[in-house]
DNA sequence: GTGAAAGCGCTAACAA
DNA sequence: TTGTTAGCGCTTTCAC
């Protein structure tokens, strides 16, 4: 069904049925009803490539996560799909596999498919590569930050504060020998966490000890052998890792080990995973907003999308913070962060 | 950059660029060398919708899941996008929302889009819904069992014969008492859980008492007030769930009741969750093929849109089976499945 | 208020 | 081997 055969039943010309597509209002009551009615009982719906090639507008956007099997980054991207979906947008959502060749490859499908915009989160790009796509007319926004890359509109998460956060409540609790165990990515977040880590244990006199910072590779796995290689050597009375898949790894290795957590060793991830609460003991961790980082991040992309193209806005940074989930593993005795 | 320019800046008429571009081998070499390199510097893609339209092809497919939070459903996914991408077909996953409103939304706009086959997890949909989706020549694939729906390709799990594998393990570990937490959705998979767990129960004499059986929200939250609900009223040595997010809860209930598992009571979950051996004690499940389960549904969706359509071949059944996880919460000495 | 017709960028049938 | 041109389905300008 096509919008020639529309016209011929309904006795008009395809202008006039496009009109009541598109223009509603300059077309006579009688005749918009009549060519409505049509349309309706016929199912009518114009063609998507049709309309694109006059439009040259998708609506859709692209969403490029780092990892697609990651909970948090489909919470994130969960987030940006409300948004998009309520203005009518639908999503491409990406998988990035934590490296820039997976992400230029479907950079490359969404340009090609003309989307009308993209979400990518803590990207492995080049700044030159986002540019590029910029400079072709698809907005761009990232989120979750990357040192590298400066200009764009982004949401980031003060992971530093939230680090220091963290860390405060550990030396609070009574810990000195404080290891940390960094994950390799997403890096900024990394190095944002190391350095708050940094700048609360010198602001309580506590040495900075190289042998209690470790990178290791942000899965659980990572953190099992992390752990494992840290208390092979080193004394920590607490553990804070850049991640909650971290944090579960060095649990497991200390259960093997036969370390008691949080009595001998605290344990304190960042994340808040939805498992956190459910290890023994429950993880204490950062909680980040995910979903409204999604939201955010869509907003920020559909100013763009809407924007008439005149004036050129400066990039906004977005700035959210993370939230502190008190649990077990470092001993409270509250648990705070209920299981619901 | 169109068609046409490249044409002029080549001195050859558009066909001739268009068919350096989909029939190179009806070009002069010489004439198509020096297409080529024009096209290349000026980095010349043809425009998607001006090929949609006259191709009719989008090289695109649509998932849709019930979930997008769920680490399961979207190692289907990542099974059917591995397939498709592989391909060059690109992929829309879609948000179901666990109700058949959002499928439906999901299904119009994918319809709208003209992708070229659509892969449905665990649907909640009308069987007529469908049907009418693939009357206007839009291949479907449905994953995940629905009782209500026939006639279609399809890939399944074979939940009756791994739900009696692991309650025959039940009975073999000395247990007799055996309550089962059963989830609403999906509905399929649950009644025949439901099943095996009879039939085993039978064959070894045992009584299936209906108190021992009940129906719960298929989440962590839905394990705990079921468990916390059983065992108020009831005595079972074991707990099988259908599904490992319900275990979870469930051995948290059990926790806060001050009952150890797997000692007083025995937990086996169904799936096999990332997590599920990060819990303590590690869970005791039935592993399902996710990865592979996308792979077969993406093969029976390619069979379909490489069809030449002359022949209509039978719907086929694609049968897959589970796997036992025996880890520590059914009390079995061996720790199987170890972290990696 | 409505229709005729040009044009969006491309493919392919037909002609040369 | 290459060019000319109709046509894919729609929107929109320009006339009436």
């Known amino acids: 069904m096509n919008i020639k055969q529309i016209a011929k039943e309904a006795g ?23 060519i409505q009615k049509i349309i309706d009982q016929a199912e ?27 909970t948090m980054y489909m919470e994130i991207a969960k987030g940006v799909e409300d948004v998009a979906l309520q203005k009518g947008y639908i999503t491409f959502i990406g998988n990035g596999e934590m490296n820039s060749n997976a992400e230029n490859s479907y950079l490359q499908q969404l340009e090609m498919r003309r989307v009308d915009g993209i979400v990518i989160m803590f990207t492995s790009l080049e700044e030159e590569r986002l540019r590029e796509i910029e400079k072709k007319g698809v907005p761009i926004v990232l989120i979750g930050e990357n040192k590298k890359i400066e200009g764009f509109n982004i949401v980031r998460v003060d992971c ?23 994950g390799s990515d997403p890096e900024t977040e990394s190095m944002d966490i190391y350095e708050g880590y940094c700048n ?3 602001e309580n006199g506590i040495e900075v000890k190289k042998n209690l910072v470790s990178q290791v590779a942000n899965s659980i796995e990572g953190g099992y052998l992390g752990a494992k290689k840290m208390i092979a050597s080193e ?7 850049t991640s909650d898949e971290i ?40 909680e980040l907003p995910y979903h409204m980082m999604g939201v955010y991040g869509a907003r920020l992309l559909f100013d763009l999308i809407e924007d008439d ?32």
Not at 328 to 335: D, I, M
């Open 235 to 241: 004394n920590p009375d607490a553990i804070f890792t």
């Open 44 to 70: 009518y719906k114009p063609n998507w490539f049709a309309q694109g090639l006059n439009f040259n507008k998708t609506k859709t956007i692209g969403i490029i996560v780092p990892h697609i099997l990651n």
């Open 309 to 340: 193209g005149k004036n050129k806005p400066e990039p906004k940074v977005i700035t959210l913070q993370s939230k502190m989930k008190v649990r077990k593993s470092c001993g409270h005795k509250e648990r705070i962060g209920e299981m619901f």
């Open 247 to 286: 944090a579960y790894g060095a649990m497991d290795a200390l259960k093997d080990a036969g370390v008691r957590v949080p009595e001998d060793v605290a344990i304190a991830g960042y994340g808040n995973n939805r498992m956190s609460n459910m290890v023994e003991p429950k993880l204490t961790t950062a």
């Open 200 to 202: 609360v244990l010198r």
């Open 12 to 34: 008009v010309s395809v202008a006039t049925v496009s009109r009541v597509l598109n223009h509603p209002e300059n077309v006579a009551p009688a005749t918009r009803e009549k």
């Open 160 to 182: 530093k504060s939230g680090a220091e956060k963290m860390v405060k409540h550990l030396v609070a609790s009574g810990h000195r020998e404080i290891a940390l165990l960094q």
